[in-house]
């Protein structure tokens, strides 16, 4: 199958410098949406038709990573715009005569495959329109159908401003989307004519001349209406991003997660869940997210790219990113966990504190107020409060090795490089510049005097 992605109308209402191909929903570009529907029909081509000044589109597209662009995307400029019709006319070179050929719209982006699938079995071997039936159904194409009613073939779409009265009460509209025989698509493509009111090339002209070609011209409808849905407007773009996390929150309960409320969940990328996962309100998950059996997620958190093992409680208000959290680990409240954190079982990180780039053992404990980076940590550690490793010198970073079963004594500094040997001690307040011995307690803190006798100033009468 050829796919053609019309995506070259600017957007002026969404009053933006972005393309509004490019406007995120779900973390990701309208047009990305798009393609990826595409991508599960396995097409032969696929072609996006874009605007002048759309290089951003093209570019913004080809750099997304998350792109599983299997199928190279053939890229065809539309200068000027002169509609619909127009615009697949431009691509017409690049289709491949022997598949048909699919038409959707870049800022249409929750349609799904499955859709597209009775879409095109409704064609068979001839031609199919997606279309929909809406309580209002202003400004869209109206299909008309044979004898005026529903179960009569369909003969034509008239656009709303072209319609009459009579056609303006039909509630089926087009959705745009279709499919073609390609070397027929090739022919009454350049039959189109532009004079219409808007005096554009209208692509849903191509149903008369099919019909006058004797060609079957089938209708298909969506699962769900909101699969038709464009975006012109920011209003638009937040309706259809709550219906996708809708969707998403849907599948997720399907699947045996609870969620403290399913209107409060924003997933934009993967989140892969075990049994019995928890998540509690307004918590954002970004690009890939493992959950383990029994991970609970307390209200408030970010998590991006991160694994949590089985048992693991994220308690309210944490942030992770591209981090390795073990089983059985209690992380937050308030804790900030940053890339290169890998956490083995049952460790804590508590209240105010902040990991970045570290391996904490088994067993560890950073309860409150601490900063670990740059960090090999052993096993059965315990940091206490205001702990922090001096990593950087203003220069250049340095690691911090604290192995097994050390204590660390509140409000201690680690200047790195530096190393605490097993089972060592460091006395509450220890700046540490050299080596900490294993087994031993070592302490740097001005010894403590008491001045009797000694009296306040009084205040000058
Ligand atoms: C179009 C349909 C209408 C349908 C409606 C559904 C035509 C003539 N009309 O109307 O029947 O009910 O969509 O939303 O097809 N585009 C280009 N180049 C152009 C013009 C448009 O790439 O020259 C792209 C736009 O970026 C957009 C899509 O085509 O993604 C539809 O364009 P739009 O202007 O929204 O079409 P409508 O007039 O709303
Ligand atoms: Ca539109």
């Known amino acids: 199958m050829n796919v053609v992605i019309l ?37 032969q081509r696929i072609c996006v038709v874009y605007g002048h000044g759309g290089e951003a589109v093209r570019e913004a597209l080809a750099a997304s990573t998350e792109l599983r662009a299997t199928t190279p995307i053939t890229w065809v400029l539309q200068e000027p715009q002169l509609g619909t019709g127009h615009a697949v006319q431009q691509t017409l070179p690049h289709l491949i005569d022997g598949v048909p050929t699919l038409v959707l719209y870049g800022d249409v982006p929750l349609i799904r495959a499955a859709t597209l699938r009775r879409l095109c079995a409704a064609a068979g071997a001839g031609m199919a329109v997606l279309t929909v039936e809406l309580e209002d159904p202003k400004g869209y194409g109206r299909i008309v159908r044979e004898g005026g009613t529903a179960s009569g073939a369909v003969s034509r779409i008239v656009e709303q401003k072209d319609a009459s009265p009579f056609e303006q009460a039909i509630r089926e509209v087009n959705t745009g989307m279709m499919v073609v025989p390609t070397p027929k698509l090739k022919s009454w493509l350049t ?119 089985a048992g693991t409680r994220i ?30 079982e049952d460790v804590h990180v508590g209240n105010f504190v902040e990991v970045k780039a570290s391996r904490i053992g088994r067993g560890s404990k950073a309860n409150h107020l601490a900063y670990i980076g740059d960090s090999d940590v052993g096993s059965s550690v315990n940091v206490g409060a205001g702990t922090i490793t001096c990593n950087y010198d203003g220069a250049n970073k340095h690691r911090t090795v604290i192995e097994d079963d050390v204590f660390i004594g509140s409000d201690t500094q680690l200047v790195a490089p530096v190393r605490v040997g097993r089972g060592a001690t460091l006395g509450a307040g220890t700046t540490l510049t050299r080596d900490a011995p294993a087994g031993q307690l ?20």
């Open 442 to 461: 070592t302490v740097s803190r001005a010894k403590q005097v008491s001045l009797p006798g000694w009296k306040r100033p009084t205040k000058n009468k």
């Open 191 to 309: 039959q189109l004519r532009n004079d219409n009111v808007q005096r554009e090339y209208y692509l849903t002209d191509i149903v008369a001349l099919a019909v006058a070609d004797g060609v079957a011209v089938s209708s298909a409808q969506p699962h769900d209406v909101s699969e038709t849905l464009g975006v012109n407007n920011r209003n638009q773009l937040a309706q259809l991003e709550r219906a996708f996390q809708a969707h998403v929150a849907g599948e997720l309960m399907g699947r045996g997660v609870t969620l403290a409320d399913p209107a409060r969940i924003d997933v934009r990328g993967r989140l892969a869940c075990g049994r019995d996962v928890a998540i509690d309100i307004n918590c954002v998950f970004e690009g890939n997210v493992d959950l383990g059996d029994r991970v609970s997620i307390g209200a408030q958190c970010v998590l991006k790219n991160v694994r949590v093992a």
């Open 315 to 344: 308690e309210p208000f944490c942030h992770m990113e591209d981090a390795d959290i073990g089983a059985n680990c209690r992380i937050g409240p308030y804790a900030r966990v940053r890339p290169g954190t890998a956490l083995a």
């Open 7 to 43: 995506a070259a109308g600017q957007g002026k209402r969404m009053h933006s410098d972005t393309p509004k191909v490019l406007h995120a929903l779900a973390g990701r570009p309208l047009l990305a949406h798009v393609i990826d529907a595409a991508l599960e029909l396995e097409p």
